[in-house]
T-cell receptor, first 112, second 109 residues
């Protein structure tokens, strides 16, 4: 158990809908990262937050947004969902910005 | 844009043998990560390599970094079945990680 929690574990929704994925980092970790893993595109870095501020942005679509709250938990919002958004979404946390990352169990999103 | 290439993509080994997974990257990277992923599971961080010549070892796995050659290697010594998994390397520039396609390792008795 990495200490990083993600909810929900599974999510099935329809095209065009909006969902929110939640991540709670390990106690004391200030950085949160979001990743997408799919068969088509492999593992992709989406975005990083450090202590509430956006630190780095990767291949995150405009339909996706994220934030990190004062209690350091983070949410990833996915809107106008398409079939191609079906994937595993991982959250990771680290103490700072360049340390070892600890991954949560992931949320499996299925868009039908 | 950083590109990361791993090879081989699939590796079948006999227990007790040694092998190396290679990770080439296209441009200077701030750091290099190695991860392990078991089927249906999340990623586990194995190593973070920060500087040229860095070598880290954990059990039967040893990772090294040659920044001049833009190459990292993950060496497996005397493989055991428990090492069967998919291994990813990832380079980082300005906080953005780029992953290789992964090497799926199967260790057979």
């Amino acid at each position: 158990d990495s200490g990083v929690t993600q909810t929900p574990k599974h999510l099935i929704t329809a095209t065009g809908q909006r969902v929110t994925l939640r991540c709670s980092p390990r106690s004391g970790d200030l950085s949160v990262y979001w990743y997408q893993q799919s068969l088509d595109q492999g593992l992709q870095f989406l975005i990083q937050y450090y202590n509430g501020e956006e630190r780095a942005k990767g291949n995150i679509l405009e339909r996706f947004s994220a934030q990190q709250f004062p209690d350091l938990h983070s949410e990833l919002n996915l809107s106008s969902l398409e079939l191609g958004d079906s994937a595993l979404y991982f959250c990771a946390s680290s103490p700072g910005g360049g340390d070892e990352q600890y991954f949560g169990p992931g949320t499996r999103l299925t868009v039908t | 844009e950083l590109k990361v290439e791993q090879n081989p993509l699939f590796l079948s080994m006999q227990e007790g043998k040694n092998y190396t997974i290679y990770c080439n990257y296209s441009t200077t990277s701030d750091r290099l990560y190695w991860y392990r992923q078991d089927p249906g599971k999340s990623l586990e961080s194995l190593f973070v390599l920060l500087s040229n010549g860095a070598v880290k070892q954990e059990g039967r796995l040893m990772a090294s970094l040659d920044t001049k050659a833009r190459l990292s290697t993950l060496h497996i010594t005397a493989a055991v079945h428990d090492l069967s998994a998919t291994y990813f390397c990832a380079g980082v520039i300005a906080g953005k990680s780029t992953f290789g396609d992964g090497t799926t390792l199967t260790v057979k008795p």
